[in-house]
């Protein structure tokens, strides 16, 4: 189901830490029927930014 513009939010916060940055990122009051296809989308993206920003093979540890 499709997810209205500006009825979720993203937060991504940047720490230093295991000799790089860790990136974290957390979306928000995403309605429960769009969890899975979401939380599949970041796991494609994520290591796309990472290969993006010169760390490939970077680790995406899954939250909840």
Do not use: F, K
């Not at 993203?10 to 939380?39: C, E, F, Q």
Request: charged share 10%; no cysteine; hydrophobic share 35%.
């Amino acid at each position: 189901p499709p997810v209205p513009p500006g009825s979720s939010t993203v937060t991504i916060t940047l720490a230093a830490g295991n000799g790089g940055t860790i990136l974290t990122l957390r979306h928000t009051r995403l309605p429960s029927a769009a969890r899975d296809m979401h939380r599949s989308g970041w796991s494609h993206y994520l290591p796309a930014l990472a290969s993006a920003a010169g760390r490939p093979g970077a680790q995406a540890q899954r939250g909840r």
